[in-house]
Nanobody, 125 residues
Framework: QVQLVESGGGLVQAGGSQRLSCGAS????????LGWFRQAPGKERTFVAS??????YYADSVKGRFTISRDNTNNTMYLQMNNLKPEDTAIYYC????????????????????WGQGTQVTVSS
């Protein structure tokens, strides 16, 4: 069983950068698909990015600005966020499930059965 803990959130000015981390426990981390989702106040939780084996997928809203990566040696996933915008303000959650997925499937939060507690990212204008 994989347990997830996010870190790295906080307040940043528009145009700035921030890196989120997601640490995981468990011995089978490398075979998990990992994803980042976010939830703004009053809105649904939406897909941000995922990494399944070595394939990465991104929501259109973050493509070219965000980069997802993983370090299987240290059981950690990262989300590097550049050129942040006020509309990126949300609680960011890391998620995981044991398996692989296609581009469409990886964006479906119902596929993920492991979630972190979330970390707040606030982008000021």
């Amino acid at each position: 069983q994989v347990q997830l803990v996010e870190s790295g959130g906080g307040l940043v000015q528009a145009g700035g950068s921030q890196r989120l981390s997601c640490g995981a426990s468990g011995r089978t981390f490398s075979r998990y698909t990992l994803g980042w989702f976010r939830q703004a106040p009053g809105k649904e939780r939406t897909f941000v990015a995922s990494i399944s084996r070595s394939l990465t997928y991104y929501a259109d809203s973050v493509k070219g600005r965000f980069t997802i990566s993983r370090d299987n040696t240290n059981n950690t996933m990262y989300l590097q966020m550049n050129n942040l915008k006020p509309e990126d303000t949300a609680i960011y959650y890391c998620a995981a499930f044991d398996g692989a997925c296609s581009k469409t499937a990886c964006g479906d939060r119902r596929l993920y059965n492991r979630w972190g507690q979330g970390t707040q990212v606030t982008v000021s204008s």
